[in-house]
């Protein structure tokens, strides 16, 4: 007899270009104002998977997110699989039945690298002053961005997009 | 006009929305740009090249022919709006008016259908150990747990321009479609 539990994570909103006062600009959602501007699930989405995997020794992460989000349960011994489902669309439901019950072998890569911790990326979001003046970027990094970075100074990474993993149903 | 114009400078096309200060009606566009261009401040050439960049689009999706003419108006949403029922008949409605989705005409290759697969094939794993995935069919128990583990409890429109989701993620923003319904819940 075995039990498993299916956590689902939600993480909100994408980031969009600011070369103009953006619309969502004064939305604000769990004390985020505007467009996503941190790498950590929101809604206490961390204690959540932590307080589950604590009590359950069988515990499926689904990860809906617009992003890359921080994953620092992911070496947990109770958390057996994380699946990252991105934005599956209409169908998001069905898709995923498809893939957990084997029906559907998937075989996606990631599009980024999920960092182990927030400081191991090379660049950040510039957040614009109040003025809104523009800011000088100098690209100094040159194309060593995401994975190329991360091989390029051998910082290890949580996932990248070369590696895939198969459920072998 | 608020100066400088630097986006239109460089190499914005008018494609991403919204006014110089939020909700003040004005814009780098239109009249503003006719004087950018006058005095000066936008070369002219900056502007044709706008135009070729917007048309180029437009012919090759051929908008110019034969395309469904626009139904919507977001500033006048509830005048010219031609609201449209989505739910019951969402693939149909697609069918009968994406023509590059002509080879719907097979039962397997409806839209639905299609974007279901498209989702499963792009779903990554990340971890998979102890034989997790996929559920074995001796599972006696299942919880399901999280904030995604359901469609919105309040509907699509449940918060006030789309400033929140308790639900499903299934699109970018915070617009989810009508339709979705999770066979997960």
New interface residues.
């Given amino acids: 007899?075995?039990?498993?539990?299916?956590?689902?994570?939600?993480?909100?909103?994408?980031r969009?270009?600011h070369?103009?006062?953006?619309?969502?600009?004064?939305?604000?959602?769990d004390s985020n104002e505007g467009d996503r501007n941190n790498l950590t699930a929101w809604?206490d989405?961390d204690k959540?998977v932590e307080a589950?995997a604590a009590n359950?020794a069988?515990t499926?992460v689904?990860v809906?997110?617009?992003g890359p989000i921080l994953?620092p349960w992911?070496d947990h011994p109770n958390?057996?699989?994380?699946?990252?489902?991105?934005?599956?669309?209409?169908?998001?439901?069905?898709?995923?039945?498809?893939?957990?019950?084997?029906?559907?072998s998937?075989?996606?890569?990631?599009p980024f690298t999920?960092a182990k911790q927030f400081d191991d990326y090379p660049t950040m979001i510039p957040f614009y002053p109040p003025s809104k003046e523009?800011v000088q970027i100098d690209y100094s990094e040159k194309l060593e961005i995401d994975y190329r970075h991360f091989q390029a100074k051998s910082v290890s990474s949580?996932?990248a997009p070369h590696q895939?993993?198969?459920?072998?149903? | 006009l608020p100066s400088p114009p630097t986006p239109i400078l460089t190499a914005r096309t008018p494609r991403q929305p919204g006014d110089v200060t939020f909700n003040s009606g004005s814009t780098y566009f239109g009249a503003n740009l006719t004087l950018a261009v006058n005095n000066g401040s936008v070369p002219l050439d900056r502007v044709k090249d706008m135009a070729v960049r917007i048309l180029s689009s437009w012919f090759l999706l051929e908008q110019n022919r034969d395309f469904p003419a626009t139904n919507f108006d977001s500033w006048d949403p509830l005048g010219k709006g031609e609201h449209i029922d989505v739910r019951a008949d969402h693939h149909e409605y697609v069918r009968a008016n994406v023509r590059s989705l002509a080879v719907a005409d097979s039962p397997s290759r409806l839209p639905y259908r299609v974007i279901r697969e498209i989702g499963a094939a792009s779903t990554v794993l990340l971890k998979n150990v102890n034989g997790a995935l996929p559920l074995g069919r001796d599972l006696k128990t299942i919880a399901l747990i999280g904030n995604a583990a359901g469609p919105s409890s309040k509907g699509p429109n449940g918060y006030a321009d789309r400033g929140g989701l308790d639900g499903v993620l299934s699109e970018g923003y915070v617009a989810q479609p009508t339709g979705v319904q999770p066979a997960l819940c």
């Fill in positions: 007899v075995r039990s498993v539990c299916l956590l689902t994570l939600l993480v909100e909103l994408p969009l270009t070369h103009f006062s953006c619309p969502v600009e004064y939305i604000v959602v809604m989405g959540m589950v359950n069988n499926v689904i809906q997110s617009v994953m992911a958390i057996t699989a994380i699946v990252y489902s991105g934005l599956a669309g209409q169908e998001a439901g069905n898709s995923l039945v498809d893939v957990l019950s084997g029906a559907y998937p075989a996606g890569r990631l999920i523009y949580a996932a895939s993993r198969s459920t072998g149903g």
